[in-house]
């Protein structure tokens, strides 16, 4: 007699929400969320299938108004987990494990502190999702669906003598399907990632702004007799974006930084197997539309990601496919001004790998591109500017964009082709303008 299991969870959580505070005094806030959804299922003769998703984990959302005479120290930190497992003896195996948002502080419309200001917004995600099955198909999805952002804020307004602003999103998502007899899938993607978005900021001291984002995503599809498919996306991750403007009257620093990884693996005897990891994907470590800064500027972004796509069958074909079209930047930047020395540091890193192998089908790989034409072709800028960049002391100016593209393909028995490709440009665009010694290095280097 067959027995079918099946076991969903859905669940939402926020630490605090519609919050106005007004006050002559220091403001002392700390908003933490915390989601974490398991769901196992475990059939015997039929099929098994398992479903978490958290919709909404948000410390600190929709602050129409925060109000504060002294010093503020905010903090909003929401963390989440999402885990789904099912397996099944003779059936089909199902699992999904999805988060919809997260969010350290969003929807943050308007901040004026006196005094100092800390504000922190940190989002931290897991998401992890296992298909096993012995006579059936094993399908495995592991993604955040919508955002995950560390801290959305329209306007902040700090008179003091310092502010620091930082916001953070970390995410690890992971798939693993397996299958003896039928096939096995693995998707882990993430649809947006964000470490600050800042609309508008206007600081009286010195300003210290950070926007970073770390993500590593594992696609693990193994099968005996069927097809086995892994594919992974992170489609956008941006470290410190800025809409509007950003005005500070003393020092100012600013850091945006993206690092992820994707790995995706599939191992098949009898059939297909195929991996592919980061079409498409673009990663930015920053986005600046109008910058002022009243002494020393120190800006420092970067984005790096590295891709990895391992496919291998025994009795049919390979395909490997990494970062075809990926796009990876450090920063864009608009209008910049500085009244002192200037410091810029843009560095654009990837590593692109592809290996297929197949002893009696045909095998092929790609790395960064899929042909001898250079179509789906990946690129790397360190910094491109749309405005003028201008300090009146000093200006020193560095931008790297590196990589390696390498593609591998072998068969004993049929047809292996491999392709790889990859551009690289340190600088786009750049109008310097300074007032003593101008430095301007650049470099673009390419492995592969």
Known sequence: MSVTSSASKTISSIGIQDLSVNTNADVSLSAL??????????????ASDSTSHVTTNTALLDASSIVGGGDAVIQGIATTTSLADSSSVDGSSLTNSWVDSSSGIADL??????????????????????????????????????????????????????????????????????????????????????????????????????GEVDFGSVGLASSTGGNATATLDADLAQ????????AIDSDGSLKGLVVGSLDATATSVGGVAAAQAGADDITLGGDLTSLII???SDLSFGAQVDTTALATSVSLGASAQAGLSSAVQALESGFIDGAADGIVTAQAIT????????????????????????????????????????????????????????????????????????????????????????????????VG
Do not use: C
């Open 33 to 46: 969320s915390t989601a974490k959804s398991t769901v196992l299922s475990t059939a015997v003769g039929g």
């Open 109 to 210: 419309a308007s901040l004026t502190v006196g005094g100092t200001l800390s504000l922190t917004g940190k989002a931290l995600n897991t998401i992890e999702a296992t298909a096993s099955s012995v006579g059936g198909f094993a399908t495995s999805e592991a993604s955040l669906t919508v955002l995950q952002q560390g801290i959305d804020a329209d306007s902040i307004v700090g008179n003091g003598s310092a502010s620091a602003i930082t916001g953070l999103a970390t995410l690890a998502n992971e798939a693993s399907a397996t299958s003896v007899d039928g096939a096995a899938a693995a998707i882990a993607s993430a649809d947006e990632l964000v470490g600050a978005t800042l609309a508008s900021v206007d600081l009286s001291g010195t300003g210290s702004l950070i």
């Open 239 to 246: 470290g410190l974006i800025s809409s509007s403007s950003i």
């Open 294 to 296: 009243g002494g020393g």
């Open 351 to 446: 590593n692109l790998a592809a290996d297929a192998s197949s002893r009696d089908g045909t095998a092929f790989a790609a790395a960064g591109s899929n042909s001898l034409a250079g179509a789906q072709l990946a690129s790397l800028i360190g910094l491109r500017t749309t405005d003028d960049t201008g300090f009146d002391g000093t200006g020193s100016i560095t931008a790297l964009a590196q990589g390696t593209s390498n593609a591998s393909a072998s068969s004993v028995s049929d047809a292996a082709s491999a392709f790889a490709g990859l551009t690289a440009m340190g600088i786009d665009s750049l109008d310097l303008t300074t007032g003593s010694t101008a430095d301007i290095t650049t470099a673009a280097k390419l």
